[in-house]
């Protein structure tokens, strides 16, 4: 399960629990979670990428635990935003598809749901949330009505980069543009924004010098439109010709300088060492044409995309930092989830064990203070779409996108295929009959989607297009 993992303290070393605790509530550290869009999982030097250095995300993948089987608990945007929020499986609270259609009231993540920030903040964290939403963009459903202090950014699924004060603001369901709000009110605003969203997370860090704060960042780099900054366009490599590998490149180097400055900042201003930090992309990279905002994200050795439930649409990097608590350059190989951000952000603040969720506190593992892997299980549903995966077997139907159809149950030994080349279902019929139960029993407890059809639906089905025309501010 671990490569490297050992025990940084003495009382860890003797595997107390109740020191573990009390370390906990002794220090309440900030907590920073760094959600990158639509990240290619190979794209990074860390897992193989070299068409451009991304030495500042690699670092931060050295300077803590990189779990290399981590997953969202959705392949698309907002659904699996929507699980990480609350800790919960997003398809039992029917937030199963982006919310891009219907009646605005009801869109969004499910005013019933708690986010990380409605319970940080209750336990006297400031909070923020800079960068994209996606969680609806009704008064009720922003970022202010659920949890945050303060908000900087846009509130669905796409925005252009490159912001211009005397532009036009344009609102559509699927995306916006030069529509940056600060709070409640758009902004006229000239820069890039993955610059102008990491100035806003340092200055909120700074302005809470003393008060444990939770920021989350959400940038929606590398997600399209694949514009390119000038201040990056002479790093691209001139090798590479493709208009649209060359945006995804840019967006790319944009990220890494980003998550490098605001890492140094934090270990400038000594931050850094009272500092949880998750890093993950929300989903897989989408590099199949013409569906799910294509980007020219690279996957493999994964097989699948954005979209897709296969491992290049669910299996994403996922890097947890805490110098001094957690050991640098560790690898943890169990399968982990978005969903245990959560219950892991709120043990370190000193608030009980919340009732109802799926996700688990991950330190105990990642201390090595608990041996066993974090899940039994982990499911998915996305649309027609599913899959589970138990230890290393993984049963899956996905979605043939050119085909337009959804595959049968397939089995893949992903200790020995994790890019589900071999399907073993015909020589497992047990096992696939076993996963088959494991997983009805647990949809059993999921609902109809609340927006967007059926779970039998399609979910490439197209969205309009954004509004013409100036929007009124939400």
């Known amino acids: 399960m671990r490569r490297k993992l050992f025990l940084l303290l003495p009382w860890l070393a003797l595997g107390l629990a109740t020191g573990v605790a009390a370390e906990r509530s002794a220090a309440r550290p900030n907590v920073l979670l760094i959600v990158a869009d639509d990240l290619g999982y190979a794209d990074l030097g860390v897992n193989g990428g070299g068409e451009v250095r991304t030495p500042n995300l690699d670092a931060l993948a050295a300077a803590g635990v990189r779990c290399t089987n981590g997953y969202v608990s959705a392949p698309y945007c907002s659904p699996s935003r929507a699980g990480m929020l609350t800790g919960r499986y997003q398809t039992h609270f029917g937030h199963e598809f982006n919310p891009h259609v219907g009646d605005e009231a009801t869109l969004g993540l499910p005013l019933e749901q708690r986010t990380i920030a409605d319970r940080l903040r209750g336990a006297g964290y400031a909070t923020a949330l800079v960068g994209k939403w996606h969680q609806g963009f009704s008064a009720a459903h922003h970022p202010q009505s659920r949890g945050f202090d303060h908000y900087f950014g846009f509130l669905v699924g796409g925005h252009n980069y490159l912001l211009h004060k005397d532009a036009e603001a344009k609102f559509g369901a699927a995306h916006s543009h030069d529509m940056i709000y600060r709070d409640r009110t758009v902004q006229k605003l000239e820069g890039y924004t993955t610059d102008l969203f990491t100035d806003e997370a340092i200055g909120f860090i700074d302005r809470n010098p003393t008060k444990p704060w939770f920021l989350y960042l959400a940038y929606n780099a590398v997600h399209t439109p694949l514009e390119i900054a000038e201040h990056l366009l002479e790093r691209i490599p001139a090798a590479v010709t493709d208009p649209a590998r060359r945006g995804y490149l840019s967006l790319l180097l944009g990220l890494d300088d980003a998550v490098g400055r605001l890492v140094a900042h934090l270990r400038q201003t000594g931050r850094d060492q009272d500092t949880l930090i998750f890093f993950l992309s929300d989903n897989g990279g989408s590099g199949r044409k013409p569906f799910f905002a294509y980007n020219t994200g690279v996957n493999r050795p994964l097989r699948g995309d954005k979209g897709q ?26 399968p982990v989830s978005a969903l245990d951000i959560l219950p892991t952000a709120t043990a370190v603040a000193g608030i009980p064990p919340v009732e109802g969720i799926d996700g688990v506190d991950l330190l105990p593992h ?94 490439t089905a197209p969205v309009a297009p954004a509004a013409k025309g100036k929007a009124k501010a939400k």
């Not at 439930?309 to 169990?334: D, K, Q, S």
């Not at 295929?417 to 020589?427: C, I, K, P």
């Open 309 to 334: 439930t296969l491992e290049g649409g669910i299996h994403v990097p996922f890097f947890v930092v805490w110098p001094g608590r957690l050991a640098a350059g560790t690898t943890f190989t169990a």
């Open 366 to 459: 990642l201390y090595g203070a608990n041996p066993a892997a974090p899940h039994e299980a982990l499911f998915w549903r996305f649309g027609s779409q599913a899959a589970v995966r138990r230890g290393n077997w993984k049963l899956v139907r996905s979605r043939d996108f050119a085909a337009k159809v959804t595959t049968g149950w397939e089995l893949y030994d992903l200790a020995s295929d994790v890019g589900e080349s071999r399907d073993l279902a015909a020589q497992r019929p047990e096992l696939v009959a076993e996963l088959t139960r494991a997983w009805e029993k647990w949809n059993g407890k999921n609902i109809t989607p609340r927006w967007h059809g059926t779970v039998n639906e399609d979910p």
